[in-house]
């Protein structure tokens, strides 16, 4: 029944099927709280998509570090994502033409949580979103640039500020030329 609506699995393996939730988070949350683009937004546009690749990469990484088995997000094989993050041009075709279908089932109004929360002048989660992904990645010895880059931003923003994909500039001059 629930197919009507989304994707529904069943799993042996919940912790893996979590971090696979906080790999797809990382990716958009923060992006688009400090932005205020929606999904298509990030996905539809080069650079906005670009660094969501880096940072589910490094989460992916992170994830793996810890033990969990977590085998695609959204689609995604997981080794074609941490592949695409590190530069490989042949992985990140794969991953751009999956996003590109993501896209297609999205509606311009679909925005995460944290931007709902910036736009309601609200504390947001980054802290346990991108920002559990660099504490795990402390613990585990893997670096997360990306996602500190984007807990960094927002918690320099500030509560109630102004979301302009602007914002994203000095994240977006992190991406390799």
């Not at 989304?6 to 790999?23: F, M, N, P, Q, Y």
């Not at 958009?28 to 589910?56: D, F, K, M, S």
Request: hydrophobic share 35%.
């Amino acid at each position: 029944m629930l197919r009507n609506v989304d994707s529904a699995e069943v799993t042996t393996d919940l912790w893996g099927e979590r971090w696979a939730k906080v790999i797809a988070n990382s990716m958009h949350n923060g992006l688009a709280a400090v932005t205020g683009l929606t999904h298509i937004g990030i996905y539809g546009q080069r650079e906005p998509r670009r660094v969501a690749i880096r940072l589910g990469g490094e989460a992916a990484r992170v994830g793996r570090a810890i033990g969990y088995n977590v085998e695609s997000v959204r689609d995604i094989p997981l080794t074609a994502l941490e592949s695409a993050s590190r530069g490989d041009d042949a992985a990140l075709a794969t991953v751009e033409e999956r996003m590109e279908g993501w896209t297609k089932r999205m509606t311009d109004e679909g925005r995460p949580s944290t931007a709902q929360d910036v736009l309601k002048g609200r504390r947001t989660e980054i802290d346990y979103l991108n920002g559990y992904v660099c504490d795990q990645g402390k613990k585990t010895g893997v670096k997360t640039p990306y996602n500190d880059a984007v807990v960094a931003r927002v918690r320099s923003l500030g509560v109630g500020f102004k979301p302009d994909p602007k914002n994203l500039d000095p994240v977006i001059a992190m991406l390799p030329k």
